[in-house]
């Protein structure tokens, strides 16, 4: 079982940048699916982008398509949202999850889940 800690969140400018980061603990890192979800106030959970454990196949969401990059390193247990032009649309607490199994992509149903991390953009 794989345990995960978000970290990076902050407040930004709308039109700037920022990274969350998310440690694995437990678990053999490589052998999971990673994603990043946000929820918004009153809104649903989205997926906003996942890797495949090899780190050679990626999904974004359309809202985020050429701003954000997802990328994995699997030697430091780590995975990384580079979050660019950011939008106040983008305020939300991003999540960061794992999955099991073969398949993968934002249908899929995730199995372990981090707290999440505050990004608030201000416009």
């Known amino acids: 079982q794989v345990q995960l800690v978000e970290s990076g969140g902050g407040l930004v400018q709308a039109g700037g940048s920022l990274r969350v980061s998310c440690v694995a603990s437990?678990?053999?890192?490589?052998?999971?699916?990673m994603g990043w979800f946000r929820q918004a106030p009153g809104k649903e959970r989205e997926s906003v982008a996942i890797i495949s454990r090899s780190g050679g196949g990626t999904y974004y969401a359309e809202p985020v398509k050429g701003r954000f990059t997802i990328s994995r390193d699997n030697a430091k247990k780590t995975v990384f949202l580079q979050m660019d032009s950011l939008k106040s649309e983008d305020t939300a607490v991003y999540y960061c999850?794992?999955?099991?199994?073969?398949?993968?992509?934002?249908?899929?149903?995730?199995?372990?889940w981090g707290q999440g991390t505050q990004v608030t953009v201000s416009s």
């Open positions: 437990g678990g053999t890192f490589s052998s999971y699916h």
């Open positions: 999850a794992a999955r099991e199994g073969a398949n993968w992509g934002a249908k899929y149903e995730y199995h372990y």
